[in-house]
């Protein structure tokens, strides 16, 4: 007989842990407290982001993850766009950055510097004045993730039986017990992948781990005229700040020291900005960073002005219409690190604080967690 493991959760990790446990032969039962998740997973740029990822061990697990999204992509039937990145510099510092990022890649990697003309020969939205070159890499992924994240279950199902359990709350663990109210299920295995809820399950476990929430405001521009497309996801300089992968230049610290002068109010609000291109032609835009437990429902229009200005020295689109705007939390560890496992009784495993690369490292990170829990 199968073993049983329970997934809470049916975002990004949950899915991803899911897919995981499914193939280390358990039989697996997510269950979800919303009709369909609308938690941080659905609310991305949907960019599987290897670039902003150390070299090494983390560059390594995204590009795991990358394989497995194109994969399970490509036999669900799921859209995706292996489109690759280019950040733009428009100031001297900020192309000797990128200069020395590509240098100090792995060749095998493809990462290359572009003259401008090679720069707009790749994004016909890259703005020219004052553009000193552009880094492209050929790794990063776009997903559409609000269709991806509803479209994955089905795909489990199918291909590994796993069973979806909609608009259900889990209310308390007691292992090997799951509470769903009145109604008691058992597992043998049981996966907490609850997102930014800390106050549920096991908030003294919660309380104890290095962890906070971020909230980012995020906007969406209207689909383009003829499918016209922006080739691969752009980035504007602030993101060389904001990424662990770009540590490795050795005249950051110099950027970062003329941006916390210069760009006080973005560094203020964390904001950077980044655009990526979905399949009916939209463009998601974002995004900025609160730091807090709590945090106000409501959004700030001068963050969003503060993202579209800065938006408009990098890149500008043939239909710029505002469509959405909306705002997305996720749990972030607040000592460095890139996830966060718990295991607050045997036989239950928390697996969370993926901060801003769920959807870059969920795939191939739940492998390597589960495999060795
Ligand atoms: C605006 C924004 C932009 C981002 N951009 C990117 C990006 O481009 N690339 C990238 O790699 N990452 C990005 N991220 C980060 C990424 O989205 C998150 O790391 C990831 O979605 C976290 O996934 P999760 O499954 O842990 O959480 P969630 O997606 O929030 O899922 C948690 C789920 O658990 C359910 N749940 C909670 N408690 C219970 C319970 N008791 N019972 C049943 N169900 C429960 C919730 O309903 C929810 O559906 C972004 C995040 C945001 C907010």
């Known amino acids: 007989m199968k ?7 049916a975002g990004i990790a949950g899915l991803a842990s899911a897919r995981t ?9 997510v269950i979800e407290r919303s009709n369909k998740a609308v938690g941080a997973s659905i609310r991305n740029f949907g960019m599987v982001w290897p670039v902003g990822q150390p070299e090494g ?20 039937g799921i ?4 489109v690759g990145s280019l950040h733009m510099a428009y100031a001297p510092d900020e192309w000797q950055v990128l200069q020395e990022f590509a240098a100090g890649t792995d060749p095998s990697r493809g990462c290359e510097v572009l003259t401008p003309a090679q720069t707009t020969a790749k994004s016909g939205a890259v703005i020219t004045h004052q553009l000193q070159g552009a880094l492209y890499s050929p790794d990063e992924l776009i997903i559409d993730s609000r269709k991806a994240i509803a479209e994955i279950p089905a795909w489990l199902e199918a291909k590994h039986g796993v069973e979806f359990t909609w608009g259900r709350a889990v209310t308390s663990i007691q292992y090997p017990r799951v509470q769903l109210g ?9 996966v907490v992948c609850g997102g930014a809820d800390f106050e549920s399950l096991y908030p003294e476990a919660y309380a104890s781990a290095p962890l906070t929430k971020c909230k980012l405001q995020m906007m969406r521009m209207a689909g383009q005229p003829d499918n016209w497309r922006i080739g691969p996801a752009l980035c504007g300089s602030l993101s060389l700040i904001h990424y662990k992968g770009f540590g490795s230049a050795p005249s950051l ?11 006080a109010e973005y560094l203020k609000w964390g904001i950077h900005v980044m655009v990526a291109q979905n399949e009916s032609g939209e463009l998601t835009i974002g995004d900025s960073h609160e730091y807090g437990n709590t945090h106000d429902p409501f959004d700030k229009q001068a963050i969003n002005q503060l993202i579209l200005d800065y938006l408009r020295q990098f ?8 469509i959405q705007t909306w705002n997305g939390i996720y749990p972030k560890l607040t000592n460095g690190e890139s996830f966060l496992t718990l295991k607050p009784e045997e036989g239950v495993l928390i697996f969370n604080g993926l901060g801003g690369a769920g959807m870059t490292l969920s795939f191939g990170l739940s492998e390597k967690i589960m495999n060795a829990f």
Do not use: H
């Open 3 to 9: 073993k049983q493991a329970i997934v809470i959760g």
């Open 21 to 29: 446990l499914a193939l280390k032969g358990y039989k697996v039962q």
């Open 57 to 76: 061990d983390w560059y390594e697990t995204a590009m795991r993850s990358r394989s497995i999204w194109k994969e399970l992509c490509t036999e669900a």
């Open 79 to 82: 859209w995706y766009d292996a």
């Open 182 to 190: 009145n109604e008691t299920l058992e597992a043998d295995l049981v």
């Open 253 to 263: 610290p110099l950027l970062q020291k003329r941006y916390e002068t210069e760009y």
């Open 315 to 322: 890149a500008r689109f043939k239909n710029e219409q505002l």
